[in-house]
């Protein structure tokens, strides 16, 4: 992990450059639902530079978690008019009481973590029962080869991201989640947006 944290200082100076304009459309309509609900507790999971900020409504009160400190100073600034707090952790262990969100948001940290089950069921535990997490991220389809990505994946997992997750394997683990919407992001499918409700 301190691998990872380190890579991610690295990255922070040129991540937006490479990833803001490809992946703009897709946040929109993942976020776009907050904006039709009553102010909630949002916890915006590996909030990374903070991408995400520029499409969150006002009504709510957000917490932006992320384990690496060059990341979250660049969040910062983007932060503008919301009310947010950005809390330096880690996904897969969250400093956070059960059922302190109403929704959380998973984007691009998901398939990024060592253990990706770990960081769902945390997500699981800390969103109140009929809240929401709204996840984006690459995952493999159940029993896909994908020869080049499990090539990749030993050095691309230390440096930047997981490229071996199978969706359906890390929802196995836990049981209290409902699929409530499933398509297609990026890529002919390898991102998927995917919503999930916390059902009791
Ligand atoms: C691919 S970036 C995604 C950032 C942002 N969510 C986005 O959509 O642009 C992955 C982020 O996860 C963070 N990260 C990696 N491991 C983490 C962990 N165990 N807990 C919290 N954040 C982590 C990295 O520092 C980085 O900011």
């Known amino acids: 992990m301190i691998l ?53 409504p006002p009504q709510h009160r957000y917490t932006g978690l992320d384990l690496t400190q060059a990341m979250l100073e660049r969040a910062r600034p983007r932060a503008s008019d919301l009310d947010i707090d950005f809390i330096l952790g880690d ?12 929704h959380v948001v998973l984007h691009l ?29 690459k995952f493999l389809r159940p029993g896909a080869l994908a020869p080049m990505r499990r090539l990749l994946n030993p050095l691309s997992r230390r440096l930047a991201t997981r490229l071996d997750v199978v969706f359906e394997d ?8 409902a699929v409530i919407d499933d398509r297609d992001a990026l890529l002919s499918g390898w991102f998927r947006l995917i919503e999930l409700r916390k059902t009791h």
Do not use: M, W
């Open 4 to 56: 990872l944290q380190r890579s991610y200082t690295l990255f922070a100076p040129i991540y937006d450059a490479l990833i803001a304009g490809p992946s703009a459309k897709v946040r929109a309509r993942s976020l776009a639902p907050l904006a039709a609900l009553p102010a909630s507790d949002i916890l915006i999971d590996g909030i990374g530079t903070g991408l995400d900020l520029p499409h969150l």
């Open 170 to 177: 890390i929802l196995a683990d836990s049981a209290n989640l």
């Open 91 to 102: 996904s897969q262990c969250l400093p956070f009481p059960d059922a302190s969100f109403d």
């Open 109 to 137: 940290i998901l398939a990024v973590v060592p253990e990706p089950a770990a960081c769902l069921a945390e997500a699981a535990r800390v969103v109140r029962p009929g809240g929401s997490l709204r996840i984006l991220d």
